[in-house]
């Protein structure tokens, strides 16, 4: 079974910062497998990305999405408001644990 | 618009039954390469895939779940359900209904799948 984990576990910036996500699989995966999602409060889970770095219909462009193997980036350019959230990554029947991205 | 929307009791015992119903709307639900798919959250933490069914036949549930889950299909309501038996406390969560996009072999076995519809999630308390 793969587990996939995220790091860090929360991140901590301010609007504007540049946010860098990770997640690795315990084992190589397809990148065509592996999709973000985003969860903000009291709100579903919304589909960021699917294979890896293909973007869903409506996500800014700030948004982006990359990796291969094991290692899994999602990248926010410039945070709004609005991005402050949970992100998971998915492939297959797995979620990663989520990292919170919280206002500094 | 399509969308999802869960419906069922917000209440169950310990050790009865719990049995949710997610609607689909603005579509049909056999149409296209999807899997029909239910996700718990227990308040504050992470995603825990449940399982899912594939409208030509086929299901498949996680490993830690499978003896206690069923997930089926009515058809003529455009309806999926759940029903997981032998509650205890541990399944207190919300329950997300979603759909899944499926490429490749979808009842063989996929190459990927990723939730691209999702429901807005219904709590469930399991407390006597």
């Known amino acids: 079974e793969i587990v996939l984990t995220q790091s860090p576990g929360t991140l901590s910036l301010s609007p504007g910062d540049r946010a860098t996500l990770s997640c690795r699989a315990s084992?190589?995966?397809?990148?065509?497998?592996l999709a973000w999602y985003q969860q903000r409060p009291g709100q579903a889970p919304r589909l960021l990305f699917f294979?890896?770095?293909r973007r869903a219909t409506a996500i800014p462009d700030r948004f982006s999405g990359s990796g291969s193997g094991t290692d899994f980036t999602l990248t926010i350019s410039r945070l709004e408001p609005e991005d402050f959230a949970v992100y998971y990554c998915?492939?297959?029947?797995?979620f990663g644990q989520g990292t919170k991205v919280e206002i500094k | 618009q399509v969308q999802l929307q869960e419906s069922g009791p917000g209440l169950v015992k310990p050790s009865q039954t719990l049995s949710l119903t997610c609607t689909f709307s603005?579509?049909?639900?056999?149409?296209?390469?999807?899997?029909w798919s239910w996700i718990r959250q227990p308040a504050g933490k992470g995603l825990e895939w449940i399982g899912r069914?594939?409208?030509?036949?086929?299901?498949n549930y996680n490993p830690s779940l499978e003896s206690r889950v069923t997930i089926s299909l009515d058809t003529s309501k455009n309806q999926f359900s759940l029903k997981l038996r032998s509650v205890t406390a541990a399944d207190t969560a919300v329950y997300y209904c979603a759909r899944a996009y499926c490429a490749g072999d979808c009842y063989f076995g996929a190459d990927y799948w990723y939730f691209d519809l999702w429901g807005r999630g219904t709590l469930v308390t399991v407390s006597s």
């Open positions: 084992q190589s995966i397809s990148s065509s497998s």
């Open positions: 603005g579509g049909y639900i056999t149409s296209g390469p999807y899997y």
């Open positions: 998915q492939q297959f029947g797995t």
């Open positions: 069914l594939y409208t030509s036949g086929g299901s």
């Open positions: 294979r890896a770095s």
